[in-house]
Nanobody, 120 residues
Framework: QVQLVESGGGLVQAGGSLRLSCAAS????????MAWFRQVPGKEREFVAG?????YYAESVKGRFTISRDNAKNTLYLQMSSLKPEDTAVYYC????????????????WGQGTQVTVSS
């Protein structure tokens, strides 16, 4: 089992920045794909960014968000800049054995989520 705990969410004004962190423990592996998804009420959880041997981004965040990982610390990060009100959501950290995939149902382990609210 892999345990994931997110932190770093909060309230920020449009144009501002936040950095999310996800601490992993348990049967983690540096070869696992890790990703960030986000969800707003009434909508499906959507892919934001993923990382394994390379990085992947949703078009809506490309150029504004940066995903990275520190394998020595078993920690995943999401640096978010130029935030927009439409980025408001609960952000989830997730992991799977294998490649980065774009659908939430394809991931095995999830954190509890952290709220990001961007005010206009």
């Amino acid at each position: 089992q892999v345990q994931l705990v997110e932190s770093g969410g909060g309230l920020v004004q449009a144009g501002g920045s936040l950095r999310l962190s996800c601490a992993a423990s348990g049967r983690t592996s540096s070869s696992y794909a890790m990703a960030w998804f986000r969800q707003v009420p009434g909508k499906e959880r959507e892919f934001v960014a993923g990382i394994r041997w390379r990085t992947y981004y949703a078009e809506s965040v490309k150029g504004r968000f940066t995903i990275s990982r520190d394998n020595a610390k078993n920690t995943l990060y999401l640096q978010m800049s130029s935030l927009k009100p439409e980025d408001t959501a609960v952000y989830y950290c997730t992991a799977r054995a294998g490649d980065v995939l774009g659908h939430a149902s394809q991931y095995d382990y999830w954190g509890q989520g952290t709220q990001v609210t961007v005010s206009s």
